[in-house]
């Protein structure tokens, strides 16, 4: 990416994570799907239904960056790793092949709840055919054509099926030699996603990376030292995911819109899995990482302060998380506006630049998606609703007539 490059609409001022709340009954006729009660069209004609709802729920309230709500997903990740080949589903997986450290993995220990579905590497990985690309053209087709480029999928984390792994566990010896040569395989089969999705117009992914956000939690850096298998230090393995996240994106076209989003867990009943600013890997990820927009968790003193957004270069955009997705109860606005200026001043001291000209860099959001897991979080639909309107009404007083 170009050094002097810098993506605008998308994003926007007002963004949302992607998750939305389901419906009652497409959460009704899902689990009826899985008990086998229903065929696969009758699920989808009801996704289809409540996606159109969505999107209209959007619009209304001023939303660009307008997403499925994830209706079609189980989980956040979504169907990517299932479709490869190379990796299997498995139900019922040996919770000694998980390094228990990891927060959201300890978490599930801890509950003494064993973590559930996952994926593992089984073979040669190669990308067979997008599993997203139909969910994009649906979601296209409800909004008039020249809004289709500000449309926004969220893609799994690149990193998601290895960081969970105990040393030597994430993929067979016999298949892949070194970590190098399965981040290879995972890189271009991201590559082929990102093309396919391009292909039918779409110019805006968001990855959704609780990974990353985990490299700032002391407990979870205690755990790894202690972890006499594993071969690289805490660092080099985020230096490595850094690099994985790059290949990804690497053949990118110049028009296509990249962001990540950071949390610590958006687990079912508001549950979050990890703590730790993100002052220990901000210069690597503000600085390194070849993407366009940051939306970051900011709704909690446990995502630390904004002093970390002085890394921040002058060619990228930070989404403030400052509204929460977890718990129904209201932020105060104008504090709210506030947390906004502090943060550019942040970035203004750091690229000597004045707090107008960084805030030109910055928008707004619910701090995770409102529904993560399908089960959702401790919050209800209006609840739901008077949190983005929250977000689009400080977008609206912090940049006036902007999208």
Known sequence: M?????????????EHLGSLLRPDDLLAKRTAFEKGEVTKSELEAVEGREIKMIVETQKQLGYSAISDGEYCRHMFWGTFFPGLDGFEEINDIDIDQFRPYIPDIAAFIEANHKPGESCI?????????????????????????????NLKITLAAPNWYHLRYREGNAYPKEVYASDEEYFGDIAKAYQDELQILYDAGCRNVQFDDPNLAYFCSEKMIAGWKADTMNKYSVDELFDKYIKLYNDCIAKRPADF????HLCRGNFVNSRHFSEGGYDR??????????VDTYYLEYDTPRAGGFEPLKELPRNKNVILGVVTSKFPKLEDKEEMKKRVQDAAQFIAEGNGISIEEALNQVGVSPQ???????????IDWNGMVEKLK?????????????P
């Open 368 to 378: 995770c998606g409102f529904a993560s897991h399908r089960e959702g979080n401790d």
């Open 2 to 14: 170009s050094a002097q490059q810098f993506h605008q609409r998308p994003p926007f001022r007002a």
């Open 257 to 260: 819109h990249v962001g990540i």
């Open 121 to 149: 590497c089984v073979g040669k990985i190669k990308h067979v055919g997008s599993t997203y690309v139909d969910q994009f053209k649906y979601l296209a087709s409800l909004v008039p054509t020249e809004e289709v480029k």
């Open 281 to 290: 890997i901000a210069t690597q990820l503000f600085q390194e990482l070849h």
């Open 390 to 402: 929250l977000v689009r009404e400080i977008a609206n007083d912090v940049w006036p007539g902007q």
